[in-house]
């Protein structure tokens, strides 16, 4: 289910911990962002949106919704010309179908071999909830900048995948929709006009497990290069036995990006090291171009030799791994290909298409954006599966799709 039922068991954890292990933090921000203000109004600018949304998804013969109102409450300051801060809080409301069960989205032979006296362990329950989800300091120095908190960790140059970001997961049918902020301190050291490094460490309660990211960036001919070394604990997640241990992950990689006979293109490829699992390779290979007319075409291809060729050995394992945001595809070769035009000056169309060149299966994801009004975006996505029962994008998955509508503030 490509519009994610449940975006992940990861994520949700990770928002309720957030919210249990930082309520303090989350009302010491709302404080400051409506005290702020009255001691120094000149200096904050706040801003935000709202965004109701409902999403319908084909399950057997029946059309299920799930609505969902978020609100997104920013403030930001420039404190001097070295300091600036900036936080955000999520307000989330869900209504509908909100109790589901990954089980119902996996092939039904694999769904077969789960006990059902074990079922309930994959259900999955939208709750409503508030979280911080950004919330940093800025400091700019001669040498450096030093960015600390709660704060964006966006990394690689593919569009759709991102084999050498170990922090976030796109939404492969909305790869642009913002992604939930990580707590880390980066540093961003400039070495010359193309080139700098950037060091980032998210400190976690045992010192030996902390993440750490080191990204170096320079110019090659037309292209900006970037070599790259990560580590981080990783959960790749046993849905048979039920063993959920991480397990140490080095990744060792490049990316690339820049402009080859009048076409973009960009690059991304990790080797990864593991601590208890196969080691594995993930490659990524893209090119884009826009015509006169505004008619813009790109296509991405992505191998990730953890997964498997051959449909009919995916396991219960594989698809839940995949669904849970722990591994990019539950197929070894894909590619995305999509299409956009300008119909009007309000109007925007697009065309994406995720194929598995492994078993041959497809989705087709339509898309209209409309500026409605200059301060409000509606937008609309489909989704329809074409492959068989089992196939990484088969209809067991659920054709459907989604209604959003933003008005910022």
Request: proline residues 2%.
């Amino acid at each position: 289910m490509m519009i994610k039922i449940a975006q992940s068991l990861l994520y949700r954890k990770s928002v309720i911990n957030d919210v249990k292990k930082n309520i303090a933090a989350l009302i010491g921000a709302l404080v400051l962002v409506f005290a702020i203000p009255y001691a120094n109004a000149q200096e904050i600018e706040f801003s935000g949106y709202l965004e109701p949304q409902i999403m319908v998804v084909k399950q057997g013969d029946d059309w299920l919704q799930l609505n969902s109102n978020r609100l997104r409450a920013e403030a930001s300051s420039e404190l001097s010309e070295q300091i600036t801060f900036n936080a955000n809080v999520i307000f989330l409301t869900y209504h509908g179908k909100k109790d589901w069960n990954f089980l119902d989205y996996i092939p039904e032979n694999l769904k077969s071999q789960i006990p059902k006296s074990s079922h309930a362990l994959f259900d999955f329950a939208y709750q409503d909830t508030i979280f911080l989800d950004n919330a940093f300091l800025k400091i700019r120095l001669k040498q450096f900048d030093l960015t600390i908190g709660k704060q964006q960790l966006s990394f690689g140059t593919g569009y759709a995948w991102n084999p050498t970001n170990l922090f976030n997961v796109k939404n492969i049918t909305d790869p642009t929709y913002e992604q939930p902020g990580k707590n880390a301190i980066r540093s961003d050291i400039s070495l010359t006009e193309r080139s700098s490094i950037t060091l980032l460490v998210q400190v976690k309660e045992k010192l030996d497990r902390s993440g750490a990211f080191v990204r170096w960036t320079f110019p090659l001919l037309h292209l900006d290069v970037s070599a790259v070394a990560a580590q981080k604990y990783w959960t790749l997640g046993n849905y048979q036995t039920f063993d959920f241990s991480a397990q140490k992950r080095q990744m060792f990689g490049v990316d690339f990006a820049g402009e080859l006979l009048g076409l973009g293109v960009w690059g991304e490829f990790g080797r990864n090291i593991m601590g208890q699992s196969k080691d594995f390779s993930e490659i990524l290979f893209g090119a884009d171009y826009t015509w006169e007319s505004g008619f813009y075409f790109m296509a991405e291809f992505y191998h990730n030799s953890l997964a498997k060729s051959n449909w009919k050995t995916y396991s219960v394992s594989d698809w839940m791994r995949y669904i849970n945001g722990e591994i990019l595809t539950v197929t070894k070769n894909q590619t995305y290909i999509h299409m956009s035009y300008p119909a009007t000056d309000l109007i925007d169309i697009s065309l994406s298409s995720i194929v598995s060149v492994s078993d041959k299966s497809a989705a087709f994801i339509p898309t209209l954006r409309y500026s409605w009004f200059q301060n409000l975006t509606l937008t609309v996505i489909g989704q329809v599966y074409t492959g068989k029962s089992g196939t990484a994008f088969g209809k067991n998955l659920g054709d459907g799709g989604l209604m959003r509508a933003r008005l910022f503030f």
